[in-house]
């Protein structure tokens, strides 16, 4: 399976993008799909999940800003990024994980997105 992150861009602060994550195949025993994001010279941090019944989480610096949600019929997972601050500024990676015969996770190849002026 390969998941194919997209929409990445340099916008100016306060500016809005949408990530999208398609993945190659459809995939079965899909827990969670995750983003990711890691900035120079920082650890990758976890920004939001959603779970296989919809429910979603984010972490604090983002709650009221993104959005994570996901089509199933296009296998593609999505993440609105409104009202975007520099510090936003990372290298996003999405994820897929779940368990079928055994458990496993799949790791896009990750987009820029730069906030600057």
């Known amino acids: 399976v390969q998941l194919q992150a997209s929409g990445g861009g340099l916008v100016q602060p306060g500016g809005s993008l949408r990530l999208s994550c398609a993945a190659s195949?459809?995939?079965?025993?899909?827990?969670?799909q995750d983003w990711y994001r890691q900035a120079p010279g920082k650890q990758r941090e976890l920004v939001a999940s959603?779970?296989?019944?919809?429910?979603?989480s984010y972490i604090d610096s983002v709650k009221g800003r993104f959005t994570i949600s996901r089509d199933n019929a296009k296998k593609t997972m999505y993440l609105q990024m409104n009202s975007l601050k520099p510090e936003d500024t990372a290298i996003y990676y999405c994820?897929?994980?779940?368990?079928?015969?055994?458990?496993?996770?799949?790791w896009g190849q990750g987009t820029q997105v730069t906030v600057s002026s």
């Open positions: 959603i779970s296989s019944r919809g429910t979603t």
């Open positions: 195949r459809s995939i079965f025993g899909i827990i969670a």
């Open positions: 994820k897929m994980r779940g368990y079928s015969d055994r458990p496993f996770d799949y």
